[in-house]
T-cell receptor, first 112, second 112 residues
Framework: EDQVTQSPEALRLQEGESSSLNCSYT??????LFWYRQDPGKGPEFLFT???AGEEKEKERLKATLTKKESFLHITAPKPEDSATYLC?????????????FGRGTSLIVHP | DTGVSQNPRHKITKRGQNVTFRCDPI?????LYWYRQTLGQGPEFLTY????????KSRLLSDRFSAERPKGSFSTLEIQRTEQGDSAMYLC??????????FGQGTRLTVV
């Protein structure tokens, strides 16, 4: 069974304090790994898709990287508006269904 | 707006009543997914459609849950005889094939 584990569960940072969120996964036949941002009471907002080990994607203060077992979401010099829950999902080639399986998320709070 | 649209945004219902939620996917997307999310958890997969065909429904939570996607366009998720444990956020997402999956804002269900 596909599994996705995110750590830490919660993270508090000071504004400008860079850090990384981890997403480790066990799937057979990874098709893609997705990162989302979710604000309270809203649906997940798509950030990145990574397809193969060694791939990196960047958007503003966020950078996502992928290895064969895990992905990192690096946050550089975060601002209070980066506070949100960050979700990781993996999509495996399970008979062609490609159903994204989510982790529980990391709740990030950035203090001014 | 060309994103995924869900209605209603909020629904309060009495235990035992039936409820139906609607999802309008991004117009060119052929895949449509339903997820459920409870507080502190990642989205939990329920079912998905490719065009009008429902390809996976074994993870619907019980036989009280059903989904349709007539003509491969919008979709509805119905919960019959609601229970307090059904209270959650119900999320719809769409994708083109196995590419990035985009979510709507969700329908928050409260069963009293």
């Amino acid at each position: 069974e596909d599994q996705v584990t995110q750590s830490p569960e919660a993270l508090r940072l000071q504004e400008g304090e860079s850090s990384s969120l981890n997403c480790s996964y066990t799937v057979s036949g990874l098709r893609g790994l997705f990162w989302y941002r979710q604000d309270p009471g809203k649906g997940p907002e798509f950030l990145f898709t990574l397809y193969s080990a060694g791939e990196e994607k960047e958007k503003e203060r966020l950078k996502a990287t992928l290895t064969k077992k895990e992905s990192f979401l690096h946050i550089t010099a975060p601002k209070p508006e980066d506070s949100a829950t960050y979700l990781c999902a993996v999509q495996a080639d399970s008979g062609g269904s490609y159903i994204p399986t989510f982790g529980r998320g990391t709740s990030l709070i950035v203090h001014p | 707006d060309t994103g995924v649209s869900q209605n209603p945004r909020h629904k309060i219902t009495k235990r035992g009543q039936n409820v139906t939620f609607r999802c309008d996917p991004i117009s060119e997307h052929n895949r449509l997914y339903w997820y459920r999310q409870t507080l502190g958890q990642g989205p939990e997969f329920l079912t998905y459609f490719q065009n009008e065909a429902q390809l996976e429904k074994s993870r619907l939570l019980s036989d009280r849950f059903s989904a349709e996607r007539p003509k491969g366009s919008f979709s509805t998720l119905e919960i019959q005889r609601t229970e307090q444990g059904d209270s959650a956020m119900y999320l719809c997402a769409s994708s083109l094939g196995g590419t990035g999956t985009f979510f709507g804002q969700g329908t928050r269900l409260t069963v009293v």
